[in-house]
């Protein structure tokens, strides 16, 4: 079975300083996909960056980057310059397929994160 | 772009009791799905659909049915509501997870069942 492990349960950093957050995961497969999202006090998930299994280039999206580090099954998310509105919970998430050649996909979450920006 | 929408935001059952969440999209998005999320954990997979007619069981269906008349519409039934069903559900739908396409979610359904 597939896990994905978030080893912090709550971090915190100050606005404008930079904060890592990170995320193992266990599989076996070759080709599968990593998210990040991020879930602020209204609830909604929302996508912050992803990351192709098949791609060396670690993913960045404005502030956010990540160090996928494929032999280590780590995918750590980097948030830079932290502003207040960053606060939220913070998912590591794994796609693959649900069966091999099958066209299902299987997203499995993390326990999720706790970062609090402070002013 | 109203995106996955679902109602209601909030709902108390009694112990018993049934009911529907529901879930639209309006993205003309094959793949859908239903998660719950207990406190401090990620969120499990209830069920999910590839497409208008065909559903299948996610990790956590016990309790549960779905349909799937229409591309738009995957509505999730809870028969007989029991405490441990209290959490949050979020609907969620995807064009292409097989381009590794995100799924967009909804903004939940809270449910309390006392």
């Known amino acids: 079975a597939q896990t994905v492990t978030q080893s912090q349960p709550e971090m915190s950093v100050q606005e404008a300083e930079t904060v890592t957050l990170s995320c193992t995961y266990d599989t076996s497969e070759n080709n599968y996909y990593l998210f990040w999202y991020k879930q602020p006090p209204s609830r909604q998930m929302i996508l912050v960056i992803r990351q192709e299994a098949y791609k060396q280039q670690n993913a960045t999206e404005n502030r956010f980057s990540v160090n996928f580090q494929k032999a280590a099954k780590s995918f750590s998310l980097k948030i830079s310059d932290s502003q207040l509105g960053d606060t939220a919970m913070y998912f590591c998430a794994f796609m693959k397929r649900r069966h091999p050649g099958g066209s299902n996909y299987k997203l499995t979450f993390g326990k999720g994160t706790l970062l609090t920006v402070n002013p | 772009n109203a995106g996955v929408t679902q109602t209601p935001k909030f709902r108390i059952l009694k112990i018993g009791q049934s009911m529907t969440l529901q879930c639209t999209q309006d993205m003309n998005h094959n793949y859908m799905y239903w998660y719950r999320q207990d406190p401090g954990m990620g969120l499990k997979l209830i069920y999910y659909s590839v497409g208008a007619g065909i559903t299948d069981k996610g990790e956590v269906p016990n309790g549960y049915n779905v349909s799937r008349s229409t591309t738009e519409d995957f509505p999730l039934r809870l028969e007989l509501a029991a405490p441990s069903q209290t959490s949050v559900y979020f609907c969620?739908?995807?064009?292409?997870?097989?381009?590794?396409?995100?799924?967009?979610f909804g903004p939940g359904t809270r449910l309390l069942v006392l």
């Open positions: 969620a739908s995807s064009l292409a997870p097989a381009l590794g396409e995100t799924q967009y």
